[in-house]
């Protein structure tokens, strides 16, 4: 069954905060709502409370982790920035390919690899 409520609270979810808030101004500074604009209304509070806390809770456990190690742990880093790199490599090259690449460096190897890409990669 096709629920509109939850596709449109969806589609909502996937605005940034600013761009929500801004609407949901427009919407407050009318003197009268139309049906159509307080069910809006009720739905982009609704989202912007769940960015809010979702958005208040990443900024905190941030903090704890600033807080616990202090901000300056080089393999806490390094391990940032090599998981973001394969992150990458895997939409760019694919799964299989990027999985080749990570044994070629992890065994050392010195050969040459080919890497074949279908597409072109666009940056």
């Not at 979810?13 to 427009?26: F, M, N, R, S, T």
């Not at 139309?34 to 739905?43: F, H, I, M, S, V």
């Amino acid at each position: 069954m096709f629920d509109r409520r939850k596709d449109r609270e969806l589609i909502l979810a996937k605005k940034p905060l600013i761009v929500l808030e801004d609407e949901l101004w427009q919407i407050n500074q009318l003197s009268k709502l139309r049906k159509d604009l307080r069910n809006r209304k009720k739905r982009l509070e609704k989202v912007i409370a769940v960015k809010r806390l979702a958005l208040q809770a990443v900024q905190e456990k941030i903090a704890r982790e600033v807080e616990r190690k202090d901000g300056h742990d080089p393999l806490a880093i390094a391990g940032c920035m090599l998981a973001g790199a394969v992150q990458i490599y895997q939409a760019e090259l694919g799964i299989e390919t990027t999985q080749d690449l990570l044994d070629q460096i992890a065994n050392g190897d010195d050969e040459d690899f080919d890497i074949s890409i279908d597409k072109e990669t666009i940056h």
